[in-house]
């Protein structure tokens, strides 16, 4: 089983600003998120709009927790 399918949805974050991040040759951009969201929401068993949902959720709870208001 993949790892990315071991992981509960409730801990995952997505990360697209790394100077290393790799989309196939080029460097990864924003965009290639909703390829990611795809992928993920394939491999956990629920739409793309869960899987955007579960981890919008996640980086919601991470702000909260680092002191941030939550976004209007």
Request: aromatic content about 4%; some cysteine.
């Given at each position: 089983?993949?790892?990315?399918?071991r992981l509960p949805p409730?801990?995952?974050l997505l990360e697209t600003d790394g100077p290393?991040?790799?989309s196939g040759s080029r460097p990864a951009v924003p965009a290639d998120l909703l390829r990611t969201l795809d992928h993920l929401a394939r491999l956990w068993a629920m739409t793309t709009d869960e899987a955007r949902r579960a981890v919008v959720d996640n980086e919601q709870r991470?702000?909260?927790?680092?002191?941030?208001?939550?976004?209007?």
């Open positions: 089983m993949p790892l990315l399918q409730e801990r995952v290393f991040a790799r991470l702000r909260c927790t680092a002191g941030e208001s939550p976004p209007a």
